[in-house]
């Protein structure tokens, strides 16, 4: 019932990166009547994932987000890029963002049913909408909620240099499909090979090497993916012409 340091992870642990980050905390302690810690479940010998420190006080909470690596925040995980890549969460993002109603507690299952898309592509347009400042996520609530902040949306992808890249490698012709392999010819000439199981891709380039998607997907498999999903838009698309036709 009480917390205890261990230096290893350990089932029910939670992560704590660069414990001298938590002095940002130090000057509300005195007021603080709870403390609550969130983090992602995790396995003997799993690496750094990032926790929240949640600091309960009179009539509000204060939260603390600490990202996997002290020398590093979250704009380098690339955990959201997904959600960012497709034009088709843009859309979304703007129909949702509509509905919103600066709700305290938005709840996906109604959005879903007031704006006609799945839960999934609602989430993703939570994401890319919280990239931008327009929803938060509470975490006691485990919930999103609306907001307001003056972020510059566009400032998200000028900040993502794997979403330009990608991007860059779509323009250009840069990308091949045959079936669940992707064929992605870098600028400097090197070949890699991008393959798709289950949903999950991979890639044959250093950074996945490295990283093995711990920091979210690499610029060639970011660029596969927007690919695929315009195929298959543009399928859908055809179908519907077709369909029209008869």
């Given at each position: 019932n009480t917390l205890r340091p261990t230096t290893r992870a350990v089932p029910g642990a939670v992560c704590l990166p660069g414990p001298e980050r938590l002095i940002a905390l130090q000057r509300v302690l005195r007021h603080a009547t709870a403390l609550r810690v969130y983090g992602p479940?995790?396995?003997?010998?799993?690496?750094?994932?990032?926790?929240?420190?949640?600091?309960?006080?009179?009539?509000m909470r204060l939260t603390l987000t600490l990202s996997p690596d002290a020398s590093r925040g979250f704009s380098g995980e690339g955990g959201v890029l997904d959600a960012l890549a497709t034009d088709e969460a843009a859309e979304d993002a703007e129909l949702i963002s509509v509905l919103l109603a600066w709700e305290p507690r938005v709840d996906v299952a109604d959005l879903a049913s007031a704006s006609g898309l799945t839960p999934e592509r609602v989430r993703a347009a939570l994401?890319?909408?919280?990239?931008?400042?327009?929803v938060g996520y509470d975490t006691a609530e485990a919930a999103y909620f609306h907001r307001e902040l003056p972020y510059d949306a566009e400032r998200v992808e000028r900040h993502n240099p794997r979403l330009r890249s990608a991007r860059a490698?779509?323009?250009?012709?840069?990308?091949?499909?045959?079936?669940?392999?992707?064929?992605?010819?870098?600028?400097?000439?090197?070949?890699?090979?991008?393959?798709?199981?289950?949903?999950?891709?991979?890639?044959?380039?250093?950074?996945?090497?490295k990283y093995r998607g711990g920091r979210g997907p690499c610029k060639h498999a970011l660029a596969v993916?927007?690919?695929?999903?315009?195929?298959?838009?543009?399928?859908?698309?055809?179908?519907?012409?077709?369909?029209?036709a008869r």
């Open positions: 479940a995790v396995t003997g010998g799993a690496a750094a994932t990032a926790s929240a420190w949640e600091v309960v006080l009179p009539g994401i890319r909408l919280g990239t931008s400042g327009r490698l779509v323009a250009a012709g840069a990308v091949a499909l045959d079936g669940a392999l992707g064929t992605v010819t870098a600028e400097d000439g090197h070949v890699h090979r991008v393959r798709d199981e289950a949903g999950v891709l991979s890639c044959s380039c250093l950074w996945w090497a993916r927007m690919v695929r999903r315009g195929d298959a838009a543009a399928e859908r698309d055809m179908a519907r012409v077709e369909a029209d």
